[in-house]
């Protein structure tokens, strides 16, 4: 059944013919050739200006950088888990306000929707570092980062959330009304649950944010991967290679989340309707 | 079905019962001063042009649709407007669509189970021992474990069929179930109703089926331009029809 279903690119594209497909050869080669160049210049500069000089690197060797390295990693990890915990709560009643039908819930819901996406996250974060201490309220730099960078992703996730509701179709709400399944049943336990699939790649796009969003715990001083790295960097004056290296641990977190979207998505391709057939 | 008629009423109070009930849909008038009503037992077939209201006839009856005036009575009782006692009188009223409308994350049983729990409140065992009885009682009990996407539409219909059921529904409403499948699925569809209805379910069905409404009807309803035109037996309606427009709509399905 999943095999029946046409993908994406299925249905943009027309499978190329013989010409076609000598161009995207000829494209390949000269985009590999592009981007092989590319990185020898770049290897090249680094080895000019010393860069790749073992004194850069023998950071690396030692454990304990790999240790701090992890902390910091783990700090990364736990900021990102509980702020997009945090945020998807607050998207989901944004989102329930939002479509509950009633006015006022609806205005303030948008207002707050609207704020939250248009500001930049590190407004957020100079508000909860800089003014929230002001009032006296003293938080842990660990919801200095947490607070704000959940605050920055609530408005995206409820509208993504809403989005998921409104291509539920029609029929699902009225079958389950017709049960007599009262409303909040038949949000919570028909219409919601089809919603979240339909969006978990937009909802792991935004998770994939907040984990980039986390690196501003620099501002705030939180031991994450990013401020370890800045602490690295001032001892050992490696500035590339620990860079270099943080970047792809990055990367890996957040191929990690992606390949998880993909198993997951892959999983609930079970409940699609296959293509051409109606219902 | 089962004769669960606890209620102590007079045998002669309809199941379902519309009085001079209106609706607009903007300055559409889509059912105009409609009275009707379906006895215990019934099979009331509504037949008539698209866009003539049938489905919404049949939707405002579980409220799906509201009315702007007149009354709906099930049983005797007011359908109430919002809340608790809206939901406790739609359980007592299946409705099949025309799309079939399957819970498209749930399983089979796990469509039929839902109402039972969630609004009988009854165990999860006891929903599941009985959801296979309706399952198989409707031919799809071997299904049980696939999900609505992995069905045929016949199949998905009579799964319908089955939710519809758990529920002990005093009256099923059918709005066109079979007008969304191929002509090779529509027999077991019909056939499963046609089951139904000698075992005394109460039936309000919209059709285009008219063989299936000459066999099964207790009563034939043509409806036009949001009013009841005709109402009559099937022998007299499809031989014998008073007006002009329904007439006019028997020769134009007969003419292909
Ligand atoms: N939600 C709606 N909003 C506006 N007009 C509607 C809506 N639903 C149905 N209608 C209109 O009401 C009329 C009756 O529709 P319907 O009850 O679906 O007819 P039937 O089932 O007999 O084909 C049609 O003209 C249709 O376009
Ligand atoms: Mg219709």
Not at chain 1, 2 to 7: G, N, W
Not at chain 1, 125 to 138: D, E, Q
Request: glycine share 6%; aromatic share 8%; net charge positive.
């Amino acid at each position: 059944m999943s095999d029946k279903r046409t993908s994406v690119k299925d249905a943009l594209f027309e499978p190329p013919g013989p010409k076609t497909r000598r161009v995207i050869r000829i494209a390949t080669v000269v985009s590999l050739a592009a981007i092989a160049a590319l990185l020898w210049v770049v290897l090249r500069r680094f080895y000019e200006t010393g860069q790749l000089d073992a004194r850069y690197w023998s950071v690396f060797t030692r454990w304990t950088t790999w240790r701090f390295l992890g902390k910091g990693l783990l700090g990364t990890l736990e900021a990102a888990a509980v702020a997009g915990v945090v945020a998807f709560t607050a998207g989901f009643l944004l989102m329930v306000m939002r479509i509950s039908g009633n006015r006022i819930l609806g205005y303030i819901s948008t207002a707050l929707i609207e704020f939250t996406r248009g500001v930049p996250t590190l407004l957020f974060i100079y508000f909860f570092f800089l003014v929230v201490p002001k009032f006296g309220i003293k938080l842990p730099a660990f919801w200095k980062v947490c607070l704000p960078v959940s605050i920055s992703a609530c408005g995206v996730v409820a509208e993504v959330l809403r989005s998921g509701v409104n291509a539920v179709p029609k029929g699902q709400k009225e079958a389950a009304q017709s049960l007599g399944m009262l409303p909040h049943s038949v949000f919570l336990k028909v219409v919601f649950p089809q919603a979240f699939r339909f969006v978990i790649p937009a909802l792991i796009s935004e998770l994939v944010i907040v984990v980039k969003d986390t690196t501003f715990a620099y501002v705030v001083n939180f031991p994450d991967l990013m401020q370890n790295a800045k602490v690295l960097i001032s001892n050992y004056d490696a500035l590339l290679s620990v860079y270099l290296v943080v970047a792809l641990i990055y990367i890996a977190i957040n191929w990690l989340i992606n390949r998880a979207s993909v198993a997951a998505a892959g999983r609930t391709n079970r409940y699609a309707v296959p293509a051409g057939k109606k219902q | 079905m089962s004769d669960t008629m606890h209620e102590t009423m007079n045998d002669r109070t309809p199941v379902i019962e519309l009085k001079h009930v209106d609706k607009h849909f903007g300055s559409l008038h889509v059912l105009k001063d409609i009275n009707l009503s379906v006895q215990k037992g019934e099979v009331v077939v509504i037949i008539g042009p698209s866009g003539s209201g049938k489905s919404t006839l049949c939707r405002t009856i579980n409220r799906l649709e509201t009315i702007d005036s007149g009354e709906i009575l099930i049983e005797g009782t007011k359908m109430p407007q919002e809340g608790k006692e809206l939901a406790r009188l739609r359980a007592q009223i299946g409705m099949v669509f025309q799309s079939f409308n399957l819970f498209a994350h749930k399983t089979i049983i796990d469509n039929v189970i839902l109402g039972p729990m969630d609004v009988l409140k009854k165990s999860k065992k006891e929903a599941k021992e009985e959801a296979m009885q309706l399952l198989s009682r409707v031919g799809v009990d071997s299904q049980a474990n696939k999900v609505p996407a992995q069905l045929s539409g016949g199949q998905q219909q009579r799964v319908a069929i089955a939710r519809a059921l758990a529920m002990h529904p005093k009256a099923i409403l059918f709005d066109e179930p079979t007008s969304a499948l191929d002509p090779e699925m529509i027999g077991e569809v019909l056939d499963v109703m046609t089951k139904l209805a000698r075992e005394g379910m109460t039936m309000l069905v919209v059709t285009h089926e008219m063989n299936f409404a000459r066999r099964v009807a207790s009563r034939v309803i043509f409806m036009d331009g949001g009013s009841i035109v005709e109402e009559n037996t099937p022998e007299e309606f499809f031989n014998h029809p008073k007006s002009q427009r329904a007439q006019d709509f028997l020769n134009s399905i007969q003419a292909h």
